[in-house]
């Protein structure tokens, strides 16, 4: 019974954890499908896209992966990540949270995702430069599939 109680308080404690402040912060800013697929084809390098919203479980599994990915590879592949169906609020603290540190865009209506054939959240989607689709992830992102698709992706570059 001791060891369900401080398992019980473990958990309170953590999901009443301090959040950073984010009431200062900017609103993601929205953009159509026409505008995301010019800002596609503009780029000189490799992208990859996160589909992503602050209520899915998933995609809080898969952001420290695409942290740590945008770190190691930023200087020669576009990171951007699209919030679908949520509020600018949760996603400014969701990005606060996770040090999500390059372009995210605001999709309320899910229009990209749809645009490319995506189900779901999360959705990665993989493209060569000047937005070549290369490949389309549905669900969590797992470290070899990241792997391997920018590895793929870099030769399109090259």
């Given at each position: 019974?001791?060891?369900?109680?401080?398992?019980?308080?473990?958990?309170?404690?953590?999901?009443?954890?301090?959040?950073?402040?984010?009431?200062?912060?900017?609103?993601?800013?929205?953009?159509?499908?026409?505008?995301?697929?010019?800002?596609?084809?503009?780029?000189?390098?490799?992208?990859?896209?996160?589909?992503?919203?602050?209520?899915c479980l998933p995609c809080r599994s898969e952001a420290p992966l695409l942290a740590e990915?945008?770190?190691?590879?930023?200087?020669?592949?576009?990171?951007?990540?699209?919030?679908?169906?949520?509020?600018?609020?949760?996603?400014?603290?969701?990005?606060?949270?996770?040090?999500?540190?390059?372009?995210?865009?605001?999709?309320?209506?899910?229009?990209?995702?749809?645009?490319?054939?995506?189900?779901?959240?999360?959705?990665?989607?993989?493209?060569?430069?000047?937005?070549?689709?290369?490949?389309?992830?549905?669900?969590?992102?797992?470290?070899?599939?990241?792997?391997?698709?920018?590895?793929?992706?870099?030769?399109?570059?090259?």
């Open positions: 019974m001791l060891r369900r109680l401080a398992v019980v308080a473990l958990v309170v404690t953590a999901c009443s954890a301090p959040t950073a402040d984010i009431t200062g912060g900017t609103d993601l800013p929205t953009i159509t499908v026409e505008e995301f697929t010019s800002h596609l084809n503009a780029l000189d390098r490799p992208a990859v896209v996160n589909v992503w919203a602050s209520w990915a945008s770190k190691t590879y930023g200087g020669r592949i576009e990171f951007i990540g699209v919030d679908v169906q949520d509020s600018q609020p949760d996603a400014r603290q969701f990005l606060a949270e996770f040090g999500l540190d390059f372009d995210h865009f605001f999709d309320r209506d899910r229009a990209i995702p749809n645009h490319y054939g995506g189900i779901g959240t999360p959705i990665t989607i993989f493209f060569g430069p000047q937005g070549e689709l290369f490949a389309l992830h549905n669900g969590v992102l797992d470290e070899r599939t990241l792997a391997l698709n920018i590895d793929e992706i870099l030769q399109l570059g090259a």
